[in-house]
């Protein structure tokens, strides 16, 4: 048996993710494992470093201070102009804060192939770059400049978005609906275009 050392939830995380890499990426079920096994390790341990870890679920909470504390109000505006729910918070911040981790690692790991595979394509660097984040989602600060300056629609998405979006993703995707369905509404990035969606009520 491969021992791990996690707890039962933290085990649940470990099996979805390697079997994920065996049958999404073609890997090995040890290379898998072992993988996985190393990125909890690693999302676990900067969990504990920062004070998150066995925190236990806070979306209620995290939801009454950003409507309540002034210091959350522009970025609560922003959340909400973006298709945010109350719900949207509450599940993410719900979910353990190494998973939250592990889960924007995997954009970071999607986008950084995407660039590579604009890169081999002939793309320069910057070309790819750009790419590879009007194909993608990318999340993080609303409140951020926009990723294209000419753009004022390019700005990141809520990571309180994430949940709702990959289960809207996976179920297009199986459709192998994604890129039409953005190019037919027009949009430049797919942060735009879930933003479209979530608006429409659609996500």
Not at 27 to 52: F, L, T, Y
Not at 170 to 183: H, I, L, N, T, W
Request: glycine share 8%; aromatic share 10%; no cysteine.
């Amino acid at each position: 048996m491969f021992g791990t050392g996690f707890n039962d939830y933290e085990n649940h995380v470990f099996e979805q993710r390697w079997r994920a890499k065996v049958t999404v990426f073609g890997v090995s079920e040890s290379e898998a494992k072992k993988q996985a096994k190393q990125e909890i390790h690693d999302a676990i341990a900067q969990s504990k470093a920062e004070g998150w870890y066995g925190l236990g679920p806070i979306g209620e909470q995290v939801l009454q201070r950003f409507k309540s504390e002034a210091q959350y109000r522009k970025g609560w505006e922003a959340m909400k102009a973006a298709g945010v729910r109350d719900d949207d918070v509450i599940e993410w911040w719900n979910i353990p804060d190494f998973e939250r981790r592990l889960l924007l690692q995997d954009d970071d790991v999607m986008r950084l192939g995407g660039w590579t595979a604009f890169v081999e394509e002939g793309k320069t660097f910057e070309q790819a770059a750009l790419l590879s984040w009007e194909a993608l989602p990318v999340y993080g600060d609303p409140l951020a400049p926009p990723t294209f300056p000419d753009d004022p629609k390019s700005t990141m998405l809520p990571v309180e978005m994430k949940l709702r979006h990959i289960r809207w993703s996976e179920e297009v995707q199986s459709r192998g609906e994604g890129e039409a369905m953005k190019k037919e509404q027009g949009s430049r990035t797919m942060n735009e275009y879930v933003r479209h969606l979530a608006r429409q009520g659609r996500l």
